[in-house]
């Protein structure tokens, strides 16, 4: 381990410092490989990052997405496993295509001018410089990723597996070629898979436009969203039960502004109630109509290009941009008299997933893979999820996931762009091709094919994106190479932390990859996180101004507190309500550590301390050490279920409301003396199992203050072991409740005390009515420190002037002689005699009812019961304390 120079923090300082701390700590992980891993005897516990797109940039989904995965990866390194994180990050066809030609035209040079080959040099220079900012940037969170095995969906292992999957399930007639209507992104000039359109919710005007029938002056209405396809329209459709048309069907019918005649057909698919009942059929442009051309042999007539411009020679339209061209075909319509009415109407258009463009359905030929094949060959893939050999967290993403298989479509996997995975298929000039791994083989199969041979030209076109992301759990471990001691080891993976918004894209095609290529699962079990909104539930995003920085939250909270901040939002599977608040309270979780520990670490030592402070210093750490325990057990069941939130809101409780309120004021020294050297170093221990259980959720901190705690102890420098790999607090096989009575009590005299405005300075003497005095005379010390008490007696004659209160069955009476407003404190007295004999009454009734009883749950009526008996101890307490105001 590479010997670091260690210098204690600065303690005197008042609050937490983490840019004098992350860096330091972050190098020192790095320097002494502290997150690498090779294969060995130990059992392997691996994530597979989600990978970045190689453009991106730290944003609020990352930083949660990444920091629970370095939660899980830290636990498991602290619990002697071979813990994996494999970092990387996606070609991401479309943003970096997009991206590089914005580049390329702020230099003054136009895709089309430039061959393939220049335009991926520049492709290959821009990833260069800009594809590892969001990896360094989940550094400074503090992502503990094995960084010597970063990966690229593009590098040579992983480009080699993605050609060698595609011939693969060509040759198995999985894959296909074919001209299919197909999502189309205008301004990507690429297709898109059904999971890459996004549909959102638009208002929209429906437009009721006049189409002549042929030789006459009568006019049919048809109603249409989109008036510039009546260029494409092909045919006219009715519903053959419509009255109103019957007699027009096999008519032939005029298309406005081109003149054109089609005939009226009939089909059952024409919604009757619709608008006017008559639909417009353009083939080349909408799936429907598609559909219906095929059935009924129509004329399909493109009238758009690839970039959403109207394609008619003759018309004035040509050339424009569609929207633009609606409306100039809105405003002849009108005024040819063709235009009958415009209603508003509310409906859900396509949007392009990444280049956020109107989709457009066009007719082109492209690669599909038949997933109801697949699917044939790896019922695995369903069958896993359902029965959870893969888990979901949450559960409910089951029903989502087997709602998208059971009713899943062949995927389009071709896209039209230069930067990304080039399809392996060789062309000769009529058509005819051959699918290989290169260029020589695709030769020598085109010769066995054909008997010929041709000069071969390989497809222009590239693989989708997630063709190459699904095999990443696979590709990443050298999964396609053989004996692969890697994938051997680490694969199937253990957790995958994704978001719900992927499960098709991804988490379910991970799933396919696997069972086909792998023969078994990609992963045990699947964390899915939600979706970061703010405090108004919108989705945050740059556009809207909602989206803080994560970069400037580090820097203004440090990257624990921001840390803490993310996860106490975002329980598993349910969206993340980000609130500022959060972090901030993050960095104060920080500032009070920090102070704690100053505060332990700032006590003398002394020989002679008295026999009872030293008992009670012992029962003290007894109390905190049972709380640590339950904590304990606590923690790893909300690990075991996923409830990350949950689990660190447990040690937030437990670090600030039972070490850091409780436990230290127990057991700390009046001014200016000492404590015992027992005393001292037990609260060092607990403190120490303290930062082991937070490490993983904070992690800089807790090395800082783990090895201060480590040098205030007599450690030398060379002697340093990271918090990372020190062993993380296992489960505890048996449990004793400790009695918390002595607490409860000083809890209710810090009520009363805040509710009379009865100084702290100023002691109060009890007098405590229990079957057990041994519990309150154990505590007696605490009791008295904590609650300011004078004198604690024991029996059940009440002072004069007296509060009283119950703890569980134990009667406290307190001495309120010339403290209270006798008139006053009886009112009070009183009304809530008279609440508590109400609220007896109500119990009591639903107790003498024999059906709530036979019918409820054991439990439930059990429940009932104890509420019965302690309001009924209660009243009688207080009725009490009231004779005993009575008397004076």
């Not at 045919?235 to 054109?260: F, M, Q, S, T």
Request: glycine fraction near 6%; hydrophobic fraction near 35%.
């Amino acid at each position: 381990m590479a010997f670091l120079f260690y210098f204690r923090s600065p303690m005197d300082n008042k609050h937490y410092n983490p840019q004098a701390v992350e860096d330091k700590w972050y190098q020192y992980w790095i320097d002494n490989d502290l997150f690498s891993s090779i294969p060995d005897e130990r059992e392997p516990y691996t994530i597979v990052i989600p990978p970045p797109n190689v453009t991106g940039v730290l944003h609020m989904g990352h930083m949660l997405n990444n920091t629970i995965q370095d939660v899980l990866i830290r636990k498991a390194r602290m619990e002697g496993k071979n813990a994996c994180w494999v970092p990387g990050t996606d070609h991401a066809s479309i943003a970096t295509e997009a991206k590089v030609v914005a580049m390329l035209k702020e230099k003054g040079i136009n895709k089309s001018d430039i061959s393939r080959e220049d335009f991926l040099k520049h492709a290959w220079a821009w990833k260069e410089k800009y594809g590892g900012i969001i990896l360094e940037q989940l550094k400074k969170l503090g992502a503990s990723c094995d960084w010597k095995r970063t990966r690229f969906t593009m590098e040579e292992g992983l480009s080699n597996a993605v050609i060698h999957v595609f011939v693969d399930l060509y040759n198995k007639g999985l894959v296909y070629r074919d001209t299919k209507m197909v999502n189309w992104d205008p301004d990507g000039k690429t297709t898109l898979s059904d999971e890459e359109v996004i549909y959102k919710e638009s208002n929209s005007a429906l437009y009721h436009v006049k189409y002549r029938l042929d030789d006459t002056d009568e006019y049919i209405v048809i109603a249409t969203t989109r008036p510039e396809t009546i260029l494409g329209d092909t045919a006219v459709c009715v519903h053959p039960e419509d009255e109103r048309y019957k007699n027009l069907v096999g008519k032939e019918i005029e298309v406005p502004l081109v003149n054109r005649k089609v005939k009226i057909i009939a089909d059952e698919y024409v919604d009757k109630e619709f608008g006017t009942g008559c639909l417009k059929v353009t083939p080349a442009h909408d799936i429907n109509d598609y559909n219906l051309g095929k059935k009924h042999n129509l004329d399909s007539i493109e009238m758009l290009d690839e970039s959403g411009r109207v394609k008619f020679e003759g018309l004035r339209y040509n050339g424009m941009d569609r929207f633009d061209a609606r409306k100039e075909v809105v405003k002849d319509l009108k005024e040819q008299g063709l235009l009958a009415d415009v209603k508003n109407i509310s409906n859900s258009i396509g949007h392009s997933e990444r280049t956020g463009a109107v989709v457009e359905s066009r007719i082109s030929t492209q690669w599909f893979l038949n997933m109801q094949k697949f699917m044939e060959r790896n019922p695995q893939v369903l069958d896993a999820v359902m029965n959870d050999e893969i888990t979901f967290f949450p559960e409910k993403f089951k029903n989502t996931y087997r709602h998208w298989i059971e009713n899943i479509k062949d995927w389009n996997i071709s896209r039209q762009l230069w930067w990304g995975h080039r399809i392996p298929a060789w062309y000769d000039a009529e058509g005819n091709f051959a699918v290989a791994e290169n260029e020589q083989e695709a030769k020598k199969q085109y010769f066995e094919k054909y008997g010929k041979n041709a000069d071969l030209t390989q497809d222009e076109d590239v693989l989708d994106t997630w063709f190459s992301s699904w095999l990443w759990p696979i590709s990443v471990f050298n999964g396609f190479e053989k004996d692969s001691k890697d994938f051997q080891y680490y694969y199937p993976t253990s957790d995958l932390v994704t978001g719900p918004d992927i499960i098709f894209f991804w988490v379910a095609r991970m799933v396919m990859a696997g069972y086909e290529f792998a023969g078994q699962k990609p992963f045990k079990n699947v964390y899915f996180t939600g979706i970061v909104r703010d405090k108004q539930r919108r989705k945050m995003s740059k556009s809207l101004g909602n989206s803080p920085e994560p970069l400037e939250l580090i820097k203004q909270y440090g990257a624990d507190g921001t840390r803490m901040g993310i996860l106490l939002s975002a329980p598993a599977g349910n969206d993340v309500l980000f609130d500022e608040a959060l972090v901030e309270q993050g960095r104060n979780f920080c500032n009070k550590i920090w102070n704690a520990f100053k505060l332990v670490d700032s006590w003398k030592i002394e020989d002679n301390i008295p026999e009872e402070i030293s008992a009670s210093d012992k029962t003290a750490s007894e109390w905190f050490e049972s709380r640590y325990k339950h904590a304990v057990n606590e923690v790893h069941q909300y690990f075991e279920q996923y409830k990350l939130s949950d689990a660190l809101m447990t040690l937030y409780k437990l670090t600030w409301d039972d070490f850091c309120s409780q436990y230290l004021e127990m057991i700390k020294p009046k001014f200016g003396s000492g404590v015992g050297v027992q005393t001292k170093q037990k609260t060092l221990e607990l403190f120490s199992n303290l930062l082991k259980l937070l490490h993983p959720f904070m992690p800089f901190i807790t090395e800082e203050l783990y090895q201060d705690l480590k040098a205030s102890i007599g450690h030398k420098d060379n002697e340093l072991q990271s918090l990372t790999i020190v062993k993380y607090p296992q489960v505890f096989d048996s449990l004793s409740d400790i009695d918390n009575r002595p607490l409860m009590l000083i809890s209710e005299i810090r009520n009363i005390r805040n509710s009379k405005g009865i100084p702290a300075k100023d002691a109060l003497n009890i007098v405590i009515n229990s079957k057990n005095a041994d519990i309150y005379n154990k505590y007696k010390l605490i009791i008295q420190k904590l609650a300011g008490i004078g004198v604690m007696d024991f029996g059940s004659d009440k002072p004069e002037q007296s509060m009283v209160f119950l703890v569980d069955k134990d009667e406290i009476a307190v001495s309120m002689e010339g403290l209270i407003d006798t008139a006053e404190e009886k009112e009070n007295l009183l009304k809530e005699i008279s609440y508590l004999e109400g609220f007896l009454k109500s119990v009591t009734a639903k107790l003498n009812n024999e059906r709530f009883v036979a019918n409820a749950k054991a439990e439930i009526v059990e429940k009932e019961r104890q509420k019965q008996s302690d309001a009924e101890s209660k009243l009688k307490s207080l009725k009490e304390a009231l004779v005993v105001l009575n008397k004076n």
